[in-house]
């Protein structure tokens, strides 16, 4: 089945800096990779996607860019704000799951921006 | 309705208990997903169901975890004769066509077993 590894566990940063956080996954089959950002008490909430015929895609501040040579896409926040402290997933697309939402997550990196 | 709403938010059982865990999808969506999340883990797929049917359960760990749904709307997750392990967040979340995998999750039943 699929595989997917995320780092780091834990990232600190500055208000105002940028974060970036890395995944990898096993199977080239997959398809699809969404991220998902949960805060405490709360479910998870995607908040960006990038699917396997995409390079790069941006949604004002958060950018994923996907590598599928290397099967690594990674996750990049500009001007982190207070706001965007949180656990934050990343996930694939099981191969033969394409239909619907049978994601694989990483294990989640606890984000903490510092005023 | 306006979100997922899962319930209860937190429950509290003894060993051996048999527990169910509810989820109300967002009205109209066809498919609800159970996921379980353990403390400081990432979230393992259970069971997902389509309309009333559930084409794919082979997440659910053992044949003491159980799903249905009835109505294409609620869902009841129930766990037999609970055990410690099975302590964790469970995860409801519902999507509908086209974008069946983009999911919208509740908050989720936080489960502790005593």
């Known amino acids: 089945g699929e595989n997917v590894e995320q780092h780091p566990s834990t990232l600190s940063v500055q208000e105002g800096d940028s974060a970036v956080i890395k995944c990898t996954y096993s199977d080239s089959a997959s398809n699809y990779f969404p991220w998902y950002k949960q805060e405490l008490g709360k479910g998870p909430q995607l908040i960006i996607d990038?699917?396997?015929?995409?390079g790069e895609k941006k949604d004002q501040r958060i950018a994923v860019t996907l590598n599928k040579t290397a099967k690594h896409f990674s996750l990049h926040i500009t001007e982190t704000q207070p706001e965007d402290s949180a656990v934050y997933f990343c996930?694939?697309?099981?191969?033969?799951?394409?239909?619907?939402?049978?994601?694989?997550f990483g294990q989640g990196t606890i984000l903490t921006v510092h005023p | 309705g306006a979100g997922v709403s899962q319930s209860p938010s937190n429950k509290v059982t003894e060993k051996g208990k048999d527990v169910e865990l509810r989820c109300d999808p967002i009205s109209g969506h066809t498919a609800l997903y159970w996921y379980r999340q353990r403390l400081g883990q990432g979230l393992e797929f259970l069971i997902y169901?389509?309309?009333?049917?559930?084409?794919?359960k082979s997440g659910l760990p053992s044949d003491r975890f159980s799903a249905e749904r009835t109505g294409e709307s609620v869902s009841t997750l129930t766990i037999q004769r609970t055990q410690q392990e099975d302590s964790a967040v469970y995860l409801c979340?519902?999507?509908?066509?086209?974008?069946?995998?983009?999911?919208?999750f509740g908050s989720g039943t936080q489960l502790s077993v005593l």
């Open positions: 990038i699917r396997s015929n995409v």
């Open positions: 979340a519902s999507s509908t066509p086209p974008t069946n995998e983009k999911l919208f």
């Open positions: 996930a694939a697309i099981l191969p033969g799951g394409t239909s619907y939402g049978k994601l694989t």
């Open positions: 169901f389509q309309g009333n049917s559930a084409p794919d």
